[in-house]
């Protein structure tokens, strides 16, 4: 039975019900007081309460099933599709306008096929800290940055090569392992193929701002100079000359995806990383990110995951503990910090941004790596010149900590070329050097990455799981946007955290065996908050928000369903004005109806100071009052008990010849965002 029908036969069954028997008189009501601040407002100006997440005007990006049904959304806004990827199908339109304009227009399309529709969140580069003059004056003697001379190398700038000595990098090199035959894509900002350092190193890349295939050698680095500095500490060339990096003999991809207009889109980069993942790419290294749960964005990571491409993404330079920075906080990737030395113990620097779902930390503090050359698109100066006239410049920050990681990876895989992501991932894991707190911690979580440790483990089993969280509502329809975390019991790494999609799948790729406690929540009502009408997620109040949590021991691939319930009770006070013959009706938002027409599926006589308890419904819902009487301006106060917390509501005729008032904490002037989110029993 489909959701409609099943909708249509509901109604007619809960009418009779409430309308024989006893009665609606007989009906009684428990309502608890709200422990929840909830702002009221009778303006018809609603403050929707955007948090502090910024997104690009003029495009959406919609996830599909039927894609027939996009056209319907281009025609609306007459726009253009902008990115086509049927790999994960999802498209991005451009149009003129405001994207809460285009959700209003998209609301009244009465479309059944879309799995979901986001706006295209800004994120920006892991800006480099400063690095001192003292620094680059001293010219990295040992007392400055590590106790030895030895492990970096032989290259004319050696003695800044900390990092290589602090992850036991040249004993990787010894004994064969280099990176030959591995391909780590740079998503970031171009990469100068010009340099010196980087000759025959850099491959074909793509640019998704243009559309543009770029070819191997050549200088990409629109955007500025941070892919270069990233690319050369990955592969910079064992030649005697400037640097060298931490997996010589790799190859570098350029993923173009911070250009000459800055950040070029949530949905160019999923463009990016497909391309990556399709042309060849082993390893995908970012060095960059911000705030916004995107849709597009995980479903492009779970297709590297799931297609065997490491990913690799910096905690960022907050100094938080965080756990809303995208990517670094999508399940199954490995999250990296920045780790400084100044004599004594290595530690995670201050400003690295903590994380229970941080993996590894890696060198960040004073790392020289090449930029682009004086000449080259991305020039932003240089401290050091080499005599192969290579320019180069001491960064640091968590986008400096991520490449060493990025090259480590390449060489465990040119040593174990079948190895699935979670088995590098557990090799990173089980070869780092605690540092910090003892055990796994917030800091670095397994530790200061170590290439040696790794390279002389076996390959672990016993792992790699696909989990998928399943929530749905009592009628076994799938719920979007509910937060789901998994914590772990029984063993020591990172937490993973993911949102429920349209279907109501959290889906978590290449995660550890073991007990989690897997805590559900939302849908969350701060979704839509990001563009007042973000469709992903139907909540609008923190009311209709439920938790739910069990103990599952994660062995095989699995899935795990979580049912939610909700209670919804109504009861009126006298109106200002007889109302003449009225009714209670309540009416879903989509099914049986056009937006802006009537779809009832249950109704009851209006009566005062009687609870109405719709509990059963599990549907996105307007509360509504119909009257016989009109000719004069009036206002209906009452209480919604939802879930256990009391709000009050009121619905308003409001003109003189008004038959139907919308019920909710605003009057009704808030419409069409006044709907009710409800799971039934």
Known sequence: MNKLLKYSLFGVLVLFLILSGCGINDITSNTVKSDLSISNSSSTDIDFGKLD??????????????????????????????????QIKMVSIKFDGTVEEAYEKILKLNLKGIRYIEPSYKRHIIDP?????EIINVKGTKETVVNSTIGRGNEEFSKYLWGLEALNVEDVWNAGYTGKGIVVAVVDTGVDGTHPDLAGQVIEGYRPLTDEVLPAGTDSSYGGAHGTHVAGTIAALKNGYGIVGVAPDAKIMPIVIFDTVGYVGDDEVAEGVIWAVDHGANVLQNSWGGWGYSYTLKYAFDYALDNNVVVTVSAGNDHTDQHLHYPSNYPGIIQVA?????GGDYR????????????VGAPGVA???????SSSLGYEGYSLKGSNNGTYDLWQGTSMACPHVSGVIALLLEKHPTATVWQIRKLIEQGAVDIDEVGFDHDSGFGLINAKNSSELDLPENGGLSFDVLAVDSWGYGIPGVFVSLKRLNSNGPDYFAKSDDTGVAHFSNIDAGQYEVIVGGPD????????????????????????????????DATETFVFTSTFEVEFDTPTVDLGQATVTVDSMFYELKYGERGTYLAAPFVTNVSYDFSAIADLVYLRIERSNVGTICT?????????????VYGTFDSTDATLATVDEFGGYNYPYGWWLLFGQ
């Open 53 to 86: 997440v910024e997104y690009e005007e003029g495009k959406i990006l919609v996830g599909y099933e039927d894609k027939k049904e996009v056209s319907k959304i281009v025609e609306a806004l007459n726009g253009t599709i902008s990115v086509d990827l049927p």
């Open 367 to 373: 790392i020289l790596s090449s930029v682009p050359g």
């Open 338 to 342: 920045a780790v400084e030395y100044n």
């Open 525 to 556: 009502s701060n979704d839509r908050a990001y563009a007042g009408g973000y469709l992903m997620s139907f909540a609008f109040r923190r009311e209709e928000e439920k938790q739910y949590n069990k103990v599952v021991d994660v062995s095989t």
């Open 348 to 359: 995670t620097t201050w400003f690295s941004n903590r994380s229970d779902a941080i993996t």
């Open 129 to 133: 800290q400063p690095v001192s003059n």
């Open 636 to 648: 209906v106060p009452g209480t919604v008990t939802l879930n256990g917390y009391e709000i009050p």
